[in-house]
């Protein structure tokens, strides 16, 4: 059973940061991170494939977010600066498999809230 344990959310003021980390029990091709707020739909946040070369990003965090991944721990994490209240969220990590690019496995979800 593949397995994504996330940490690291929490409570920020506007304007700040957080870490978030998604440890992996496998070596997934493509890691990356979605987000879902109250009574929205889930939406694509950022990915990294195993190179870490040419990550994407949703555009509505392009510039305040930086995905990265360290492949000998299986990790990958999510900088998040420059925070408002609309990037307030349950935040989830998703993986492929060793060899696919396409999100299978998921994690439980962390929260997010930014607010004064």
């Known amino acids: 059973q593949v397995q994504l344990v996330e940490s690291g959310g929490g409570l920020v003021q506007p304007g700040g940061s957080l870490r978030l980390s998604c440890a992996a029990s496998v070596r997934a091709f493509t890691m990356g991170w979605f987000r879902q707020a109250p009574g929205k739909e889930r939406e694509f946040v950022a990915r990294?494939?195993?190179?870490?070369?040419?990550?994407d990003y949703a555009d509505s965090v392009k510039g305040r977010f930086t995905i990265s991944r360290d492949n000998a721990k299986n990790t990958a994490y999510l900088q998040m600066d420059s925070l408002n209240p609309e990037d307030t969220a349950v935040y989830y990590c998703a993986a492929s498999t060793p060899a696919g690019d396409t999100f299978v496995y998921w994690g439980q979800g962390t929260q997010v809230t930014v607010s004064s």
């Open positions: 990294i494939r195993l190179s870490g070369t040419s990550p």
